[in-house]
């Protein structure tokens, strides 16, 4: 399959911890990367491979991959964290990118 | 730092081509190590990945939208571009530009800012 699947809403008190997740078969093979998106902003790459965050991304920010799970966790949720999360990677192929059907976190 | 900026008409007919144009700044088009790539997100809706081009001149497209795109690059201007023929309403969304790397460990990074088309007579 080369489709991924996402919680479509997911919510969290400020504060606490909240995991976003990812399933599909191709993450068997491939890493997920994971991007975060405001209202009427581009998305922004927040993590990618095992657990690797781009400079400027807050290290409440966390990656993992569990056979064909990967999950973004973010522990002591912010206001600021509420917002669209996308997880991407190739299909099973490896040649062909395909991303979740996305997120809405909302931090209480 | 790289930074992507897309171009074209907001509004395109239905039956007709929609052609889009990404600027690279910052950085060259013609490094071996990334792809250059269309991202589409219809409003209110999720992303999906359109097609990415290698400067080998390999492109790799979304099955569903193969038939009718074409993804080329311009080392010249430093631009890469988007076609998209025979656009229909549901074709109508923000679409972006983005780089990847060539690896197996991979992400999406930069986006330009995005631009909306709209499909529509």
């Known amino acids: 399959s080369s489709e991924l699947t996402q919680d479509p809403a997911v919510s969290v008190a400020l504060g606490q911890t909240v995991r976003i997740t990812c399933q599909g078969d191709?993450?068997?093979?491939?890493?997920a990367s994971w991007y975060q998106q405001k209202p009427g902003q581009a998305p922004a790459l927040v993590m990618y491979g095992e657990n690797n965050r781009p400079s400027g991304i807050p290290d409440r920010f966390s990656g993992s991959r569990s056979g064909n799970t990967a999950s973004l966790t973010i522990t002591g949720a912010q206001a600021e964290d509420e917002a669209d999360y996308y997880c991407g990677s190739r299909d099973i192929s490896g040649n062909l990118w395909v991303f979740g059907g996305g997120t809405k976190l909302t931090v209480l | 730092q790289l930074q992507l900026q897309e171009s074209g008409p907001g509004l395109v007919k239905p039956s007709e081509t929609l052609s889009l144009t990404c600027t690279v700044s910052?950085?060259?088009?013609?490094?071996?190590?990334?792809?250059w790539g269309w991202i589409r997100q219809p409003p209110g809706k999720g992303l999906e990945w359109i097609g990415s081009h290698y400067y080998t001149g390999n492109t790799y497209y979304n099955p569903s939208l193969k038939s009718r795109v074409t993804i080329s690059v311009d080392t010249s201007k430093n631009q890469f571009s988007l076609k998209m023929s025979s656009v229909t309403a549901a074709d109508t969304a923000v679409y972006y530009c983005?780089?990847?790397?060539?690896?197996?460990?991979?992400?999406?990074?930069?986006w330009g800012q995005g631009t909306l088309v709209t499909v529509s007579s």
């Open positions: 191709s993450l068997r093979s491939y890493y």
């Open positions: 983005v780089r990847h790397p060539v690896v197996i460990v991979d992400w999406f990074d930069p």
């Open positions: 910052g950085g060259s088009i013609s490094r071996t190590t990334y792809y």
